[in-house]
């Protein structure tokens, strides 16, 4: 630890350019996310008219929410159960793939292989494989099925979900496994339930995230998936 | 060292190589396959006519897909360079601020946590040309509204601007990281040798990044070229084909008008023309990196 040094005073508005910069940078981030709330909160003519102020309303939410016609709820369940199932199943796979990738001395030209087409397959839009995948879906009989949207979604994240835990997996020192080892922990306990996860907790976070995030993106490949005919 | 069973062997690489073989691999065969073909559907059966390159042939010629490559292009140029310059600047401001940032980082990263179609839906309302929020408040200073979305001098731009919203965050996330790693001795040196701060950043801070702002806009370069959602609700490629982008000529042609044969050659095509410029990319990078 540095001991902690009083910055001299020509360095104070530098630091006050930081902040303001920042929070310039805050408000066009929160902008538009104020803006629309406050739009949920109007009526569908008021935005028309270009009222300004104006009485808050909830009706709206109603609508979302409770009315007869709304598929909200089932939405949001859908995009749930895909989201969650897709994630674990990247997690589970790109965990073992990782693992052994870089420890089970595989031939380097075995791990290359699989990084070259990790990196690879995120080149590829994803609109042009969506026909594809319909084509298997349908044949296999899992046309407008779950199944056939979770594994779509899983090919889709599988790729970074291996180059991230690869990376980490070649950080995490040999020597916490061994030593383990040593004392008697078998495969499963060793490696996954004590060791390895505990440490890669903040990186399976990290590959949570961005597939959790497209549940709605989700939706418009699903559609594309279940609706071509 | 550690000795675990062949079986624990194989069977821990399986399940990738099985999703890989049967959801990518063969895909991207089949579309290979099919770009040799011209499709056609009969009384809900598929005919398969082989017409060799053709379908390659009519891609040059293609006027949709020549404004797709134009506007990604631009779109992927333009974007991926504010972004990259933008989160740096911001990286390097939080960088400065030290532990206090905590509160600007959780805030900043938001839209990346959104998904494309919501972002679609809120900028669409903000750039609406009679009561969106961006006219308003033109109007409220006195400049006259216009129809960002509508006209094809601000359409392209209009989407540029929101696909920078949208990921200048995630550029940041990565470009702090790489800021907060860096050497202090090194900065600190320079300093005791009396480099003024820009100097400072010029010839310390900013060759030691370099390989952190390549792979940056080498990512979101990739990225941006996937861009889909955002021009789908903004805009539909419109007007006219001022905002067109490439995902959306394959959408197009393979979904909306059937052609997928033809389609299929669209996105061989484009992967082989992506992988190129990476590798290109990626040898030129490196090759810079080891000069310094």
Redesign the interface.
């Known amino acids: 630890m540095r001991p902690r040094v009083r910055q001299p005073s020509r360095f104070r508005w530098g630091t006050a350019v930081s902040h303001g910069l920042l929070l310039f940078a805050v408000l066009m981030t929160l902008g538009p996310f104020v803006y629309i709330a406050l739009s949920s909160l109007k009526t569908q003519i008021s935005p028309l008219m270009g009222e300004v102020a104006f009485t808050p309303t909830m009706l709206n939410y109603e609508e979302v929410l409770f009315d007869r016609t709304s598929d909200y709820f089932r939405n949001f369940a859908n995009s749930l159960i895909v989201t969650t199932t897709s994630t674990a199943l990247v997690m589970v796979i790109g965990f073992f793939a990782g693992y052994s990738l870089f420890r089970m001395r595989w031939p380097m030209s075995v791990v290359n292989a699989f990084l070259v087409w990790s990196m690879a397959f995120n080149l590829i839009p994803a609109v042009s494989l969506a026909g594809a995948w319909y084509e298997m879906a349908r044949s296999v009989g899992l046309a407008n099925d779950y199944l056939a949207v979770i594994f779509a979604y899983t090919t889709l994240h599988l790729p970074m979900a291996l180059w991230l835990l690869a990376s980490f997996f070649r950080e995490i020192p040999r020597e916490l496994e061994e030593a383990a080892y040593i004392d008697g922990a078998g495969f499963v306990a060793l490696s996954h339930c004590q060791i390895l996860t505990p440490s890669s907790g903040s990186r399976c976070a990290l590959i949570f995230a961005p597939c959790n995030k497209n549940s709605a993106q989700r939706r418009s490949t699903s559609h594309m998936i279940r609706s071509k005919q | 060292?550690?000795t675990?069973s062949p079986v624990?062997?194989y069977?821990?690489?399986a399940?990738?190589v099985l999703?890989?073989a049967a959801?990518?691999v063969?895909?991207?065969a089949?579309?290979v396959f099919t770009s040799f073909f011209e499709v056609s559907w009969l009384e809900g059966r598929k005919q398969m006519a082989f017409v060799g390159l053709e379908n390659y042939a009519r891609i040059p010629g293609d006027p949709l897909f020549r404004a797709g490559i134009v506007n990604t292009t631009i779109l992927v140029i333009v974007a991926t360079t504010a972004q990259v310059v933008?989160g740096l600047?911001?990286a390097?401001?939080?960088a400065?601020?030290g532990y206090k940032?905590r509160f600007?980082r959780a805030?900043?990263i938001?839209?990346?946590?959104?998904?494309?179609?919501?972002?679609g839906a809120?900028?669409r309302?903000?750039y609406n040309a009679?009561?969106g929020?961006i006219n308003?408040l033109l109007q409220a200073v006195g400049f006259p509204g216009h129809d960002w979305l509508g006209s094809t001098s601000t359409a392209l731009a209009a989407v540029i601007v929101v696909d920078i919203?949208h990921w200048t965050?995630f550029s940041f996330l990565l470009l702090l990281a790489a800021v907060e790693s860096l050497p202090r001795d090194v900065t600190e040196a320079a300093k005791v040798d009396g480099a003024t701060?820009w100097q400072r950043f010029r010839y310390v801070t900013f060759p030691l990044l370099i390989p952190a702002l390549m792979m940056t806009f080498l990512f979101r370069a990739?990225?941006a070229?996937?861009v889909?959602?955002e021009v789908?609700l903004l805009t539909s490629g419109g007007p006219g084909t001022a905002t067109e982008v490439?995902?959306f000529t394959?959408?197009q042609r393979?979904?909306l008008q059937d052609q997928?044969g033809y389609?299929?050659a669209?996105?061989v095509t484009?992967?082989a023309v992506?992988?190129l410029i990476?590798v290109i990319a990626m040898t030129a990078g490196s090759g810079k990196v080891k000069e310094q």
Request: aromatic share 14%; net charge neutral; with cysteine.
């Open positions: 060292m550690l675990l624990a062997r069977l821990s690489l399940p990738s999703i890989f959801l990518a063969l895909p991207v089949n579309l933008l600047v911001l390097l401001a939080c400065r601020i940032s600007y805030l900043l938001l839209p990346i946590l959104i998904p494309g179609i919501v972002i809120i900028w309302l903000m009679e009561f929020i308003l919203w965050p701060e990739v990225i070229f996937k889909f959602d789908f490439v995902s394959i959408y393979f979904f997928t389609g299929s669209l996105s484009v992967i992506v992988s990476i």
